[in-house]
């Protein structure tokens, strides 16, 4: 369905790599070209260096992109360290921003914007006062300082076993001053655009955000990317329960190591799989040395090779303690495996329970029997279990229709603040 007005869209925030892959990257990738193909001009305004966009980007006449980064470079001597580069970079991308607000104020004076669209993070550095008392700001976040921060200081006795004293400090004190800034400058938003309900409830419980000034819209998956997996095919032998994500804070890491544990010692014929790096800033691979001899860490995997590993394995688990979305559970899901998730994890929201097992997080006896119900159901009858998770994929994750909540969601916005 065509949208009943074209929209000129001054893009800020995240966006694509020089190839298609996961991630907030992915994500980004999935938006612009769903909002151009609606027929939306969107003027992509970047903090970073030039580089070439994925293929399906490159045709599109009402998408286009303006660079300004700093230099900053892997090989630069401020990432000899991992906590060096999450700083530096940081800085980098802030004081971009900030270079980035005459280069906004210029192309909306030219041709003026109807929405500014601030994506993933809630920093809007590159937003001019001119342009911002003139037009609607946006935000789109895919996570949050405070959230972040919060288990950074529960979970220090689990850090502290994996990395030293002063990358963990270094770490707080980051986030702590990004949820001041964020504290401040998410009150610009005119709408925040949530991608789970969990996420919202946080954003409006910590921020004080006004609830009536939000709507939830999930993440998208690029459904193509899992267009020739078997829905028919049986378990492996042994199944594979796999863990795909950041071996880091707030991500379950603990619990993980736990239900292994209480797999091996109910006798259940499964292989735990973990997948994943660590962060710039958090890295708990020293809680790893406790895997049982049912599971196994192998480190991290490039973005192409994810649809392969989903296709052998046999149901995911996101043990996840704050998750504000987690692309990982779409992607399994569109690749015709069920999950076993926490109540905290917002790509769960919604999915029939027959696919996804939803438990309180740390819930460790929970999520072992839940996966064991998983495999006794795939066992019994592979193909319903496996294409009714594709079936949930498209029903609430499709490019085009996360696209059009978002279309209509901001001309609701331009519709309430009289900007028809």
């Known amino acids: 369905m065509a949208a009943e007005r074209h929209l000129h869209i001054a893009w800020l925030g995240a966006g694509p790599r020089d190839r298609e892959t996961g991630g907030v990257p992915g994500v980004a990738t999935d938006l612009l070209h769903g909002l151009a193909r609606r027929g939306h001009r969107v003027q992509c305004i970047f903090a970073g260096e030039p580089h070439e966009l994925p293929e399906r980007l490159r045709g599109l006449d009402n998408l286009s992109f303006v660079w300004s980064g700093l230099g900053w470079r892997w090989s630069g001597w401020y990432t000899r360290t991992r906590i060096g580069a999450f700083v530096s970079g940081l800085l980098a991308r802030g004081l971009a921003s900030v270079r980035l607000r005459r280069e906004v104020a210029r192309r909306h004076r030219g041709d003026p914007f109807d929405v500014v669209y601030q994506f993933s993070s809630i920093e809007t550095l590159s937003l001019p006062a001119s342009v911002r008392r003139s037009v609607p700001l946006v935000i789109h976040p895919e996570t949050h300082a405070e959230g972040e921060l919060r288990f950074l200081i529960s979970e220090r006795h689990l850090a502290l076993r994996s990395q030293p004293a002063y990358t963990l400090a270094a770490a707080i004190a980051v986030m702590w001053l990004r949820s001041v800034v964020q504290r401040v400058l998410i009150r610009r938003a005119s709408l925040l655009v949530c991608i789970s309900a969990v996420f919202r409830d946080h954003l409006v419980r910590d921020f004080r955000f006004p609830v009536q000034n939000t709507v939830v819209v999930p993440n998208p998956v690029r459904l193509s990317r899992f267009e020739d997996v078997d829905l028919q095919r049986g378990p492996q032998r042994p199944p594979v329960i796999l863990v795909l994500g950041r071996v880091a804070v707030r991500k379950g890491v603990e619990s993980v190591v736990a239900i292994a544990g209480r797999l091996y010692e109910r006798g259940v014929d499964a292989e735990i799989r973990m997948i ?119 029903r609430l994750f499709a490019e085009s229709l996360v696209c059009e909540r978002i279309e209509r969601a901001l001309l609701e916005l331009l519709r309430r603040s009289g900007r028809r």
Do not use: H, K
Request: proline letters at 10%.
């Open 276 to 394: 994943g790096r660590t962060s710039l800033w958090s890295n708990y691979t020293g809680l790893l040395e406790d895997l049982p001899p049912n599971a196994a860490y192998l480190g991290p995997m490039p973005p192409d090779r994810i649809p392969g590993e989903l296709y052998r394995s046999d149901v995911l688990l996101q043990p996840s303690r704050y998750e504000p979305f987690g692309l990982t559970v779409s992607e399994a899901l569109a690749a015709g495996v069920p999950v076993v998730a926490t109540s905290e994890v917002g790509a769960s929201e919604g999915v029939s329970p027959e696919v996804c097992a939803v438990l309180a997080p740390g819930d460790v006896d929970g999520m072992a029997g839940a996966i064991e119900g998983m495999l006794a159901a795939l066992e019994s009858d592979p193909g319903r279990i496996r294409g009714r998770a594709r079936g949930e994929a498209e």
